[in-house]
């Protein structure tokens, strides 16, 4: 049998992976990468808008720093993130764009001087600091109350990922092209690698390593209408669900993006409406203040893409042959600032639909976009249920989206994970108790297993059962009844049509039957697998009856604090079982910097938890008697967490408002 | 109107498989309304034929996988809408790059290859910068010229187009010379044009280009590949003959409050 050995495997070579191989690499372990595609053409060179990282060097994010960054992130995640996770992140955040700078990325700049902008329909001339010239520029997204998203252009995660993937090429590190991970090789306590295949010989090889990194994205692909690249399948989460140790979070967690073109589902970024881009229906009217007074369009992604689908139900939508849309209006930008910052939005509106959006509006409807749950870890992401285990990036439930993610979060917390994971993948590599001491009996029975599997599938042995038909009816199954709107009714109908889908995939049987590169086999195991992960979406779905952030429950429309304010976790302990066993862990209250309350946009009548008074009356006080101190030390008097992050990155970040006040209390 | 019914010509072989060899396949389809080529061939493998093979991976003109040759001519063909194209369209996979199977083809390799050759990644002066403090600056317009040259793909449309590559085996072609004039312009690059010179300045480097330029004509990002071509064969040739170390473009300096 063949077997490769390395200290750390990573699954998945996209931004998250990569940045892990290196973060293990330069602390002197080996580390290999495993993934689907040339890691370059990864889903992470999809993000076209940006990344979160408070500099506060633009005049309009002036005054931003982690305090800020931190609690937009937690209302956006409508207080289901983990506090402390997301202050680990925000102070490393502004460190990861300044090690991406170093690395060669080209950040777009601050220009000194007046500017014209559209803020609110208006056009406004803003002007630049002379002493931020130079330094990385904001713009302005969703649910932050700065500017505060570093962009390239119009191709931020193009240029991040390039930047990222040319640095494991100079460390030498090897990614496994088009090899597939299969299934985690385990003892049901400790993580050992994965059975990997080659998709292109269809050869079988284990991967042994004492570090096993899942970073294999979202699950868009449970979804028809997706804004996913078509390798987003979720096939991270179930290994790990596979092994029914390791948990999934808060899977029922999915963010559905405002501005998809409609039909193909393709994305257009948040930028066009961070620049002054306008939603519009068929009147032509500007419907977002209606619904939100105060962030109209910027509010957070799961309140307006609620709130357009609510425009649309009250039948002010255009409708095509397709079905009904509302219109995205960037043509106020003009032509200069569409060619340079959004030309990537400029091609697709060409490409797909054949107009020109400097003088035509794109039709958009709201599509999944982002997977908030995933493989449950602690705070040094690693499993709490499986050790080697660990898992960054969106493939991951760190957790610092809770029930919403932040445009501009997401890739930023590609990179951060990656960074701080990594360093916590370095140490689990040194430490010597966790030298892998692995018989090989275990290695060749997952090997046997898995060619057992693949071989019953060609003979069709089991059945007939069409592959990409079963799949193609989960797709419908889940954008029909576990999408922006979702009753108690409906998902029962989902669960139980997907769990009639599962049984239905131990039968499947294949038209073509080749051992080596075989599309059809490929779509075989994955469906199985998918089934799963999208059982867990909408069993958790069910099970929630609450609405939280991205999770709206019309027969539940209010966030309830008393019964729900955990995070839901989703194992698979029987692999011939037709459904995931749940539980739920809670978030302590007691342990929060910010407690419970009103988001800032969307609805007001959340069911308030008795202990949040409580608490928010202890922050207040603390606030209040340390009125005299910095805002580092009343953050920590609040919820200490510095201790959390590796020491490499546990610095205070510098900023130009720094040298600004000293100068004024020198004066 | 009724719907046009599309016939899909498509070069199949699979090195993979015994007694494979290449032959042209017919596949009918029937167009739909902003039916893509993507959409297309997704249709034919789900209804049609369940073993062919094709690279699509973001469907949205971002990520370079899916670049083919559609009706001679390389580009992507996910965003290639069948509208524009006749009723017979004829699919082969990209010469210039190692054939997986059908229309896949193994740009990874090559372009990792190429990137391992060239050094294509920063040479930082400081391997270790101290990220707490304030990035190092840049003027604006310098940023936005090295992404403007930072935006290839990689799909590989300007080898398979490029007639130096079909001689010489180990020719960087287009992609690889934009990679050096991109860490050319790059101040934050400590490398200068006599290293430069060392990678490049060779008939499988900026010499071997016979200015052909069909990798202007057909790269899916219109980046100004002719134009650098000749910028950095210029630059080569005044290092090569000068022969001397000469200095890379400084930063600029920090603006005083």
């Not at chain 1, 893409?305 to 509302?326: D, T």
């Not at chain 1, 003979?459 to 799949?471: F, H, K, P, Y």
């Not at chain 1, 992050?645 to 546990?650: A, K, N």
């Not at chain 2, 990035?135 to 940023?143: D, H, Q």
Request: charged share 25%; aromatic share 6%.
């Amino acid at each position: 049998m063949k077997i490769i050995h390395t200290d750390c495997l990573v699954i998945g070579g996209g931004l998250a992976g990569l940045r892990l191989a290196i973060a293990a690499k330069r602390r002197g372990h080996d580390a290999l990468v495993l993934s689907l595609v040339p890691p370059k053409r990864s889903h992470s060179s999809a993000a076209q808008g940006g990344m979160q990282a408070s500099l506060g060097n633009v005049i309009k994010g002036q005054g931003d720093n982690e305090d800020v960054h931190f609690e937009d992130t937690i209302r956006g995640s409508d207080w289901g993130a983990d506090q402390r996770v997301v202050r680990m992140f925000v102070n490393t955040a502004p460190k990861a764009v300044r090690e991406l700078a170093a690395w060669g990325v080209p950040w777009s700049r601050v220009q000194r001087g007046d500017r014209h902008v559209i803020i609110n329909g208006e056009k406004v001339t803003i002007t630049e600091r002379d002493e931020a010239h130079g330094l990385v520029a904001q713009r302005d997204f969703g649910g932050t109350r700065k500017w505060r998203t570093c962009y390239v252009s119009d191709g931020t995660g193009h240029a991040m990922l390039f930047a990222v993937s040319d640095r494991a090429i100079a460390q030498q590190i090897p990614v496994h092209e088009r090899i597939e991970a299969l299934s985690l090789i385990h003892d049901g306590a400790r993580c050992y690698g994965a059975v990997a295949r080659n998709l292109v010989t269809g050869e079988l090889c284990a991967y042994v390593a004492k570090a096993t990194a899942i970073a294999t994205g979202g699950a868009g692909r449970l979804y028809r209408v997706t804004t996913n690249a078509v390798i987003c399948e979720g096939i991270g989460a179930a290994l790990a669900l596979e092994t029914g140790v390791a948990t999934l979070g808060n899977m029922e967690a999915v963010q559905f993006h405002p501005t998809a073109i409609f039909p193909a589902g393709i994305l257009v970024t948040e930028g066009c409406r961070g620049d002054g881009g306008l939603l519009v229906d068929v009147d032509g009217h500007r419907f977002m203040p209606d619904y939100e007074p105060e962030k109209k369009e910027l509010a957070s992604r799961d309140v307006v893409a609620r709130r357009m689908e609510q425009h649309i139900r009250s039948g002010k939508s255009v409708k095509s042959r397709f079905g009904e849309h509302l219109w995205l209006d960037i043509r106020l930008l003009g032509a200069k600032h569409i060619e340079t910052n959004l030309r990537e939005v400029k091609e697709i509106c060409e490409y797909f639909l054949g107009i020109d959006p400097i003088h035509q509006m794109i039709p958009v409807r709201p599509a999944q976009h982002y997977t908030m749950g995933g493989v449950r870890t602690d705070h040094t992401g690693q499993s709490p249920t499986l050790k080697g285990l660990f898992s960054a990036g969106e493939a991951a439930c760190w957790d610092m989206h809770g029930f919403n993610r932040l445009g501009g979060n997401s890739v930023a917390e590609t990179i951060v994970a990656g960074m701080i994971v990594g360093e916590y993948i370095a140490d689990y590599c040194d430490a010597a108790q966790n030298e892998v001491t692995l018989p090989t009996a275990l290695v060749r029975d997952a090997l046997r297993r898995e060619r057992q599997h693949l071989e019953s599938l060609a003979s069709g042995e089991n059945g007939q059962e069409d592959a990409m038909a079963l799949r193609t009816r989960m797709q419908q199954i889940m954008t029909d009844k576990v999408g922006v709107f979702r009753t108690g009714e409906a998902l029962k109908e989902a669960v139980d049509e997907l769990t009639q889908l599962l049984t239905r995939s131990h039968h499947i049987g294949l038209r073509y039957s080749a051992m080596g590169a075989n599309p059809e086999l490929v779509t075989a195991y994955r469906v199985q697998k998918m089934l799963k992960v999208a059982l867990c979406v909408a069993q958790g779905a069910l099970s929630r009856t609450e609405s939280r952030g991205a999770h709206f429950r019309e027969d539940y429309p209010r966030r309830d604090d008393v019964a729900w304010l955990s995070r839901t976790l989703a194992s698979w302990p029987d692999a011939n079982s037709l459904k995931p066993k749940l539980a739920w862990e809670s978030i302590d209250i007691d342990a929060m910097e910010l407690p419970p309350g009103w988001r800032g946009y969307g609805l007001r009548d959340h069911i308030e938890h008795p202990q949040t008074a409580q608490r928010a009356a202890r922050v207040e006080n603390i606030r209040k008697t340390m009125a005299d101190a910095s805002r580092i030390e009343i953050q920590r008097a609040l919820m200490p967490y510095e201790s959390l992050l590796p020491e490499r990155y546990q610095g205070t970040n510098e900023r130009i408002d720094d040298h600004v006040q000293t100068q004024k209390t020198a004066t | 109107m009724s719907a046009r019914q599309l016939t899909i010509r498509i070069l199949r072989y699979n090195p993979q498989e015994p007694g494979s060899t290449p032959r042209m396949q017919e596949y009918v389809v029937e167009e739909a309304d902003g039916m893509t080529l993507f959409i297309a061939l997704e249709e034919i493998r789900e209804r049609q034929d369940p073993s062919l093979q094709y690279d699509f991976v973001c469907r949205a003109g971002i990520c370079g996988s899916c670049a083919m040759t559609i009706n001679g001519r390389p580009t992507l063909a996910c965003r290639t809408l069948t509208r524009n194209l006749g009723q017979t369209i004829t699919l082969t996979p990209m010469p210039g790059f190692e054939l997986i199977a059908d229309l896949s083809v193994d740009t990874g390799k090559w372009m990792r290859g190429m990137s391992e050759r060239l050094e294509s990644w920063l040479h930082m002066r400081e391997e270790n910068p101290d990220l707490t403090k304030l990035e190092e600056r840049m003027e604006p317009k310098l940023a936005q010229e090295i992404y403007e040259l930072d935006r290839c793909i990689e799909c590989g449309c300007c080898v398979a187009a490029c007639g130096t590559a079909r001689m010489r085996e180990d020719f960087v072609g287009a992609v690889g010379l934009n990679k050096i004039a991109r860490f050319r312009l790059d101040p934050r690059d400590t490398r200068g044009d006599a290293e430069f010179y060392e990678l490049v300045g060779d008939d499988n480097g900026v010499f071997g280009c016979m200015s052909l330029l069909a990798c202007h004509d057909v790269c899916p990002k219109d980046l100004p590949l002719g134009t650098q071509i000749a910028f950095i064969r210029r630059k080569m040739v005044t290092s090569g003959v000068r022969g001397e170390k000469l200095v890379p473009a400084a930063g600029i300096e920090p603006a005083t409050p």
